[in-house]
């Protein structure tokens, strides 16, 4: 397993939660998990992955199907829309050690902003990465916000 995938275990270990880890093959975009995995779909979160002109790293948590509003999360943010803009995949891998298909909303590192957007908070149960594209983490919301230190504000445009 990578590095990370064993940081979170130890963040989620360590937090008291109870969570369940998943096992599957190699998923790389919400399609694949859709077609692929079991989870209830309404009940999927992605992690979207942005930047800042300041270098500042940013999760976006959204339900699997919604995008990022981008108007909304530079508000949260308080900057300006051109001041975000997403990486590339090699970016993320490289930078933050991050395996497209599996990007966790548990940050390894202190100074990466994690926003939910609001429309998580009743979800109970959600399914997300846990770091690797193969496993899936099982957990609370309120959990999982509590410890990737998440700021819940509006930042999706849902699904149609």
């Known amino acids: 397993m990578s590095f990370v995938y064993d940081k979170i275990l130890d963040l989620l270990n360590s937090s008291g939660v109870a969570f369940n880890i998943h096992k599957h093959l190699p998923v790389l975009t919400m399609s694949d998990v859709e077609q692929n995995l ?3 779909i309404e009940k999927l979160l992605k992690t979207l992955v942005f930047r800042t002109r ?3 790293w940013i999760y976006a948590v959204v339900k699997g199907r919604d995008k990022v509003d981008y108007k909304q999360l530079s508000s949260t943010l308080g900057i300006s829309r051109g001041e ?3 990486p590339s995949s090699q970016e993320v891998e490289s930078f933050l050690s991050l395996q ?3 990007i966790c909303p548990i940050p390894i590192h202190e100074d990466i902003i994690v926003i939910f957007d609001a429309s998580l908070v009743d979800l109970g149960i959600v399914y997300c990465g846990v ?3 193969d496993r899936s983490l099982e957990i609370k ?3 999982l916000a509590r410890i990737a230190r998440a700021r819940i504000s509006p930042i999706a445009q849902e699904a149609r």
Request: hydrophobic content about 20%; overall charge negative; aromatic content about 6%.
């Open 38 to 40: 079991p989870f209830p």
């Open 54 to 56: 300041d270098s500042k």
């Open 84 to 86: 975000i803009s997403r």
């Open 100 to 102: 497209i298909g599996g």
């Open 131 to 133: 770091g690797s594209n």
């Open 141 to 143: 919301v309120d959990d």
